[in-house]
Nanobody, 124 residues
Framework: QVRLVESGGGSVQAGGSLRLSCVGS?????????MAWFRQAPGKEREGVAA????????YADSVKGRFTISRDNAKKNTVYLQMNSLKPEDTAMYYC????????????????WGQGTQVTVSS
């Protein structure tokens, strides 16, 4: 059974940092599989935050460019991180990890595997 588990969420003040982790089990993701982070705030649609297909290159939503960094553990290919710096109240949301893009741009969210989410709350 494929399972993605996120961790690292919490409550921080604006300007603070958090590092989210996502670990997959029951599956082996190739180094070229796309892994991504999405978020959803109450009353809003799900939003693509960042994605990576491995290596050091990442794709980012405009709202987080320069503040967030996505990375994969080269040794543990089932692990992806999201380093979030200079957090803003508008970053408050449930953050979800996703893996294996089934088609289309990553931001469309057509992924096969999803985690249950970890809450991030940023206070002003």
């Amino acid at each position: 059974q494929v399972r993605l588990v996120e961790s690292g969420g919490g409550s921080v003040q604006a300007g603070g940092s958090l590092r989210l982790s996502c670990v997959g089990s029951g599956v082996t993701y190739s180094s070229t599989s796309t892994m991504a982070w999405f978020r959803q705030a109450p009353g809003k649609e799900r939003e693509g935050v960042a994605a990576t297909t491995g290596g050091s290159f990442g794709y980012y939503a405009d709202s987080v460019k320069g503040r967030f960094t996505i990375s994969r553990d080269n040794a543990k290919k089932n692990t992806v991180y999201l380093q979030m710096n200079s957090l803003k109240p508008e970053d408050t949301a449930m953050y979800y990890c996703a893996a294996v893009n089934m088609g289309g741009a990553w931001s469309r969210g057509n992924f096969r595997d999803w985690g249950q989410g970890t809450q991030v709350t940023v206070s002003s």
